[in-house]
């Protein structure tokens, strides 16, 4: 059990036509210069782009607008972003997405302060200093950005090298959260999230730290929902009740809370970033293929507590005479869940070459020994086998 | 399902020897004149007192202290702390304690910048527009004031009067957890403690809202963590892990983070108040006495709900050929529970006279109507009914 320091300060405002409270939500933070990021046409398309500028400029709020954020967000956007804050004295960031937009503006906000190139921060060379502060539309609940003090950025230049930053300072001040904006997502974009969403509760879950009981059941609840609630929102896209508990659960997964008294694994994260950085895969994607590879790998480290995971979570009759066993049908049970919600289980469906699998596990280095993973420590060998049991 | 806003941004410090950051704490919140309110002789006794106004002193901050806040938190002693604050000019306020010194410190956050008597936002004439910000040392996990927005205040002139007040204004800027500090607690309080936070949870828990399953789930995590961890606390009361999982659980429980989607019930705390109020009764102590009755009385109203919380909870075999027995299996179970960890379960353990119980229920009106309570609004009548289902 670990010491923790814990504050998620972000003020969540979660219901129909909440999207029109921004201006008043920006104005009560202060924000007089706001930057607002954005990715493809979809926000347009629903009207909630001009809901969006609408209420801003009702507020009495300057506007200015970056649009074309990319899934897996690139270094050399956050850079135009950050010269076009500093040259117009913008005070406050807005993102209208999921978390390639808010990622993207949290880059933004630690870079503008900064005097050197933002790159410093997701290198891990410099920790910000400060920030500016952003405000989060919610429209794509997954990488739970909207709560979290993570983000990814991916530096194309250097060869697709994807990689986050840690950091409460890019805490949202603020998340708007209308299940109804998420009606339209693609059922293939609805279930990575949903293996977003899993994965990061799945990278908490998996700890060494003993006598975490509550914060285990917390997990457990999570993805319990997840589970129940995604085949509802690919059967019945406009249901509200169950794209609102995906969008909940999608910051409750990755904003620490689940985090308190333990130490998460985060290996098939960075497994999957190598995925993303060099096959542009979508990133709930990658995790559903190396998820499963990876608790085949590693699951004998702590057979009990897959058993667990096998009993409370996929729902596998409690076996204490064949923990093995139980483990492994809790393995098999999750795979059969991305597979029942259209998730690629394998490398050849998501399209990733078997060729380059050692070039992949050779750049799969995170911890100062050059391994990665807590649960496990993987070295490159590691790696490599994982890859390959997820051919 | 309903719309919510939810912030909590209190930051939370939790592990061994924690205390010792309090100094650096207040000087990062900004504290340069502080008001610290405590309770009775125990943080002298355990030289907690000691190593918090070492600690403070070291900071380079002024320090000014009240100490002997009472159980139930008088409203003359707040009265005599604001009047303190005005004079000292305090700017920010810090509390060593429980639930009692916690809601003293809220009430004198509220009370000092008001122009009018504080009692008038406890009495429901007023709501506060600013507050002193505030600090908590926890040494006594139950209310769960230290995260959260409420606080109870009892007015002894006008006849022993408990009430509350809902206000994000009094959500502390920090709390600093040791659970080693939780060490010396009686038995009683212990118990006290988890009957306490059990029945915050229960209030959340049973509400009309249908569809809010995550909620559900996590409420139930809860419950099950303190049916769990409450007896290894009375057994073994220097068990680190199960006090910090109560200590966590005692801010999860009523930080609203399990009022999310849903509007919970509060009867229950209703009818403990005007036992605590007339009586002095532990807090605690009045809830294990009230919860049961209140199911007892309540259970047809939603039957299939107390078969969640009989199953979910209380462990019991499912039966749905049965569901009327199996919702009252889970009340009984839960009684069983109360008594084995030593708390009463009637009115006469209590030592509340059985004389009174139409006087008491002709207090517990707080809805607008006279009613009390959302999952079922009672009137007096049923509020008698459900003091003599205590008896």
Not at 173 to 199: H, K, R, V
Not at 205 to 221: G, H, I, K
Not at 319 to 334: C, M, P, R, S, V
């Amino acid at each position: 059990m670990r010491d923790f320091v814990y504050c998620a300060p972000t003020r969540v405002v979660f219901g129909r036509d909440t999207e029109k409270q921004v201006g008043q939500l920006l104005k009560d933070f202060g924000a007089k210069r706001v930057l607002l990021q954005y990715g493809g046409g979809s926000v347009k398309r629903s009207g909630l782009y001009d809901t969006v500028v609408a209420c801003v400029k009702a507020a009495g709020i300057e506007l200015f607008e970056m649009g074309g954020v990319q899934p897996n967000p690139r270094l050399s956007f956050v850079r135009e972003a950050i010269e076009l804050c500093r040259k117009e004295s913008i005070d406050f960031l807005l993102a209208i997405g999921g978390g390639s937009a808010i990622d993207s503006t949290k880059a933004t906000a630690v870079g503008v302060p900064y005097e050197g190139d933002v790159w410093d921060f997701y290198a891990g060379k410099q920790q910000p200093k400060t920030a500016l502060p952003l405000g989060v539309v919610l429209t794509f609940p997954a990488a739970g950005s909207e709560g979290s003090n993570s983000s990814v950025i991916t530096n194309v230049e250097a060869g697709g090298i994807k990689r986050g930053l840690g950091c409460d300072l890019t805490r949202p001040a603020f998340a708007i959260y209308n299940p109804e904006l998420t009606y339209t997502l693609p059922p293939y974009q609805t279930a990575a999230g949903a293996s977003d969403i899993m994965a990061h509760t799945m990278e908490r879950y998996f700890t060494n730290e003993p006598d975490v009981d509550f914060s285990d059941r917390l997990c457990e609840s999570l993805l319990k929902t997840i589970i129940r609630q995604a085949p509802v929102c690919l059967k019945d896209p406009t249901n509200y009740e169950a794209r609102a508990e995906m969008m909940w659960a999608s910051t409750v997964a990755h904003n620490d809370f689940l985090s308190n008294f333990r130490l998460g694994d985060w290996a098939s994260h960075q497994l999957s970033h190598e995925l993303s950085g060099a096959y542009d895969s979508t990133h709930g994607a990658a995790l559903a293929v190396i998820f499963p590879a990876w608790m085949k790998y590693v699951y004998k480290h702590d057979v009990k507590r897959f058993c667990r995971f096998a009993v409370n979570v996929m729902g596998v009759e409690p076996d204490f005479f064949h923990e093995e066993e139980t483990a492994l049908k809790g393995i098999a049970a999750l795979e059969n869940f991305y597979r029942s919600i259209g998730m690629p289980v394998t490398l050849k469906e998501l399209g990733v070459p078997d060729t380059q699998l050692r070039e992949l596990a050779e750049k799969v280095k995170r911890n100062p020994d050059g391994t990665v993973g807590q649960f496990v420590k993987l070295n490159t060998e590691d790696c490599l086998a994982i890859y390959e049991l997820a051919r």
